[in-house]
Structures are given as C-alpha cells and as structure tokens.
T-cell receptor, first 112, second 115 residues
Framework: DSGVTQTPKHLITATGQRVTLRCSPRSGDLSVYWYQQSLDQGLQFLIQ???????AKGNILERFSAQQFPDLHSELNLSSLELGDSALYFC???????????FGPGTRLTVL | QKEVEQDPGPLSVPEGAIVSLNCTYS??????FMWYRQYSRKGPELLMY????GNKEDGRFTAQVDKSSKYISLFIRDSQPSDSATYLCAMSALPRGGSNYKLTFGKGTLLTVNP
C-alpha cells in the first residue's frame, strides 16, 4: 500500500458525459501528479500540482482539467467524454521537490 | 524516435533465473532513473531509484545506469513466481525551477517467472 488513495475504483459512463476522479496523496506529500495509462500509449503524464499550484502540463486534453485543494487532495475532471478516453487514470504523489513518486491504485474509466 | 524505448517482451524465465530488463533513451537531459513494478490492474510500485550514472543494489534487485550509452538496466537475481509482473522504466530531467519532475515511462516489459 503506497498510501495514495484514489476513488472511485471503477467508472462506467457514456460518451459526452463528465466525470470527476479524486486523489488523496500520502500524508505530508505536497506534489500530486496525474497519469493516463492505455494499452497503446502506455503511461502518459497529464498534469502536476504542487501545494495547490499547477506546476507542469503534459499530454492533457483541453477537455480535461484538474485542481489541488487546500487539504492537498486533487481532482481530475474529464468532460465531453469520448470512447478513446477509456483508460486507467493514476495519481501519484511525492514530498516537495523529491523525485520518488508513489502511485495510487488507479481509477479504471470505461466510456461506452 | 520515442524518448524512452523498452522491449515489451513478453519474457518468460524459470524460477531462480537471473532476469535482465533494459531501457534506452534519447534525451540526454534525463538525470533520474527509476524502475516500477506493476501487477495486473494495480498501480505502479517504485522498486529502484537512482540519480545519474552508476549501480544501486537492493536485495535481489540491481539497477544500473550508463549515461554515456543512454542505457539503463534492472537485474533480478533468484527470480520468484511473485516477481511476475510488468516492469516499467521511468526517467526525468532536472527541473528548471519549481518542482516539476514529470516522469517519462517506457511501455513496460511483461515478465513471467515459471515455478
């Protein structure tokens, strides 16, 4: 158990809908990272927050957004969902500037 | 050319074998190198973390980094059936200000250790 929690474990929804994925980092970790894992693309970095501020963006679509709250938990919002958005979404956290990222169990999103 | 290349396997070995997993990369700015293990339908688990070139050993696992060749390896000694998983290499560059350590992953190698 990495100490990173993610909810829900599974999400099944329809095209065009909007969903919210939630992540709680390990106690004391200030950085939260979101990744998407699909069979063809592998693990892809989406976005990073550090102590409430956005720090880096990767291959994140404009339909996706995220935020980190004062209690350091983070939410990833996915809207206007398409079939191709079906994937595993992972959250990871790390202490401040530390590079060791610890991953949560993931949320499996299925868009029908 | 992809930034990180990793042979997807699958790799099948008998119990007790020495396993060698490898990645190559093209971005010379990468300074931090990691290996993660991912069991089916689970989150990646950090196994080894190294900075710059050299070796690091932790129990049955040894990580090697050769920056001159842009090549990293993970060796597993006395492999066990419980080592059966997908192994992902990951790396990042030294960030320019702030705390941006985005990881770039290989696609993973599927390893099966047969009893």
């Amino acid at each position: 158990d990495s100490g990173v929690t993610q909810t829900p474990k599974h999400l099944i929804t329809a095209t065009g809908q909007r969903v919210t994925l939630r992540c709680s980092p390990r106690s004391g970790d200030l950085s939260v990272y979101w990744y998407q894992q699909s069979l063809d693309q592998g693990l892809q970095f989406l976005i990073q927050y550090y102590n409430g501020e956005e720090r880096a963006k990767g291959n994140i679509l404009e339909r996706f957004s995220a935020q980190q709250f004062p209690d350091l938990h983070s939410e990833l919002n996915l809207s206007s969902l398409e079939l191709g958005d079906s994937a595993l979404y992972f959250c990871a956290s790390s202490r401040g500037a530390g590079n060791e990222q610890f991953f949560g169990p993931g949320t499996r999103l299925t868009v029908l | 050319q992809k930034e990180v290349e990793q042979d997807p396997g699958p790799l099948s070995v008998p119990e007790g074998a020495i396993v060698s997993l490898n990645c190559t990369y093209s971005n010379s700015a990468f300074q931090y190198f990691m290996w993660y293990r991912q069991y089916s339908r689970k989150g990646p688990e950090l196994l080894m973390y190294t900075y710059s070139s050299g070796n690091k050993e932790d129990g049955r696992f040894t990580a090697q980094v050769d920056k001159s060749s842009k090549y990293i390896s993970l060796f597993i000694r006395d492999s066990q059936p419980s080592d059966s998983a997908t192994y992902l290499c990951a790396m990042s560059a030294l960030p320019r200000g702030g705390s941006n350590y985005k990881l770039t992953f290989g696609k993973g190698t599927l390893l099966t250790v047969n009893p």
